[in-house]
């Protein structure tokens, strides 16, 4: 593994710039603690939690919400794992082949296969990924809050995402909601700062024997805006292409692309993509207060309080110390900008 490997990260040896996040997560487990990562995409949500169960020496059990939105069909899958593979893998992630499970014996069957799991291998720590982009959040915090009151000495979650969705009904529960007054751990991770992106750039590139002058790499680093996901790709392309301008241009187009998926995956939410949308096309061209965004999109107070209130828990937009929003994440400010000229 290298610090360009476009994998998520296991092995904490190259996990660039989050020491003190890594002390704070294994401390957190330690104590069995349940934690929420939050935070954009592509900033090392899911490596920070892959590496802090590696650091305990723990197997790394991870539910990815991309892959599968399903929670239910996906833990009850990953608790059925035959007990040759516990012994033979260090990490497990799940097969995402769809199995046919009633929502109303779904506790049931986990608690079989939960007992059955245990007897194995002892206290386990699941990562679930990306949880924002999971159905039936009503299911998925029943669930949650029955393994939260039965097993929170032998299961522990790590649920990454941004907090929307299913995320949103975790980390802020209603008084009806099951996981009401359950105690999870929050963390919130940031952007790397511009001297540590330089630096990751630095590191990097000498890792694999490349060159990228101090011009090229504040570039690479004001186009990608510290985030790792970005950074890394950046990266990868480069050992590929050996051109630092072509990698920059192959990212961006890349990133795009992802992006793009992103926004219809919001869609598959039913969160009114083309709303969103639609206000980030004034936000991309430059930094504008509500009620101008209002007077540009002809939205009502209600309808604008929400949606941007999306943007900013999906963390694409930010708000400035005038109360401007402005997109936050560069690549969806780049789309945003090729989708307005189409």
């Known amino acids: 593994m290298t610090l360009f490997d476009t994998k998520p990260k296991s092995d904490p040896r190259f996990l660039y710039g989050r020491e003190k996040e890594l002390d704070g997560l294994v401390e957190s487990l330690k104590k069995k603690n349940w934690v929420i990562i939050l935070g954009p995409r592509r900033v090392g949500k899911t490596s920070l939690a892959e590496c802090a169960i590696k650091r305990m020496g723990r197997k790394i059990f991870l539910l990815d919400a991309r892959e599968n939105n399903n929670f239910i069909e996906s833990l009850n899958k990953l608790l059925a794992t035959p007990e040759s593979s516990l012994k033979v893998k260090a990490e497990i992630r799940v097969p995402y082949t769809p199995i046919n499970i ?63 969705g299913v995320l949103k009904s ?60 970005w950074l890394t790709l950046f990266g990868y392309n480069y050992a590929q292409v050996k051109n630092p301008n072509i990698a920059l241009t192959k990212t961006i187009k890349e990133a795009k692309k992802i992006v793009s998926q992103e926004l219809k995956s919001i869609a ?75």
């Open 102 to 164: 009633g929502a109303e014996y779904n506790k049931t069957l986990s608690k079989k296969n939960l007992d059955s799991l245990l007897k194995k291998v002892g206290h386990i720590y699941i990562i679930i990924d990306e949880a924002q982009w999971l159905v039936n959040p009503r299911k998925v915090v029943m669930l949650l809050a029955h393994l939260y009151d039965y097993y929170y000495d032998s299961v522990t979650f790590i649920i990454t995402g941004s907090m929307i």
């Open 170 to 229: 975790i980390v802020e529960p209603g008084p009806s909601s099951p996981l009401y007054g359950r105690a999870i751990t929050e963390m919130e991770i940031k952007r790397w700062q511009s001297s540590i992106s330089l630096s990751f750039l630095k590191t990097g590139t000498a890792e694999l024997g490349l060159r990228l002058n101090e011009k090229m790499a504040i570039e690479v680093e004001e186009n990608l805006d510290g985030l790792p996901g």
């Open 268 to 342: 598959e939410l039913g969160i009114g993509t083309p709303k969103l949308i639609e206000v980030l096309r004034v936000l991309a061209k430059e930094p504008v207060r509500f009620v101008d965004i209002a007077k540009a999109t002809n939205f009502n107070n209600t309808s604008l309080s929400k949606y941007l209130s999306t943007l900013n828990r999906l963390e694409y937009i930010e708000k400035d110390s005038k109360s401007r929003y402005f997109i936050s994440d560069p690549m969806l400010l780049k789309f945003i900008e090729e989708k307005a000229r189409d």
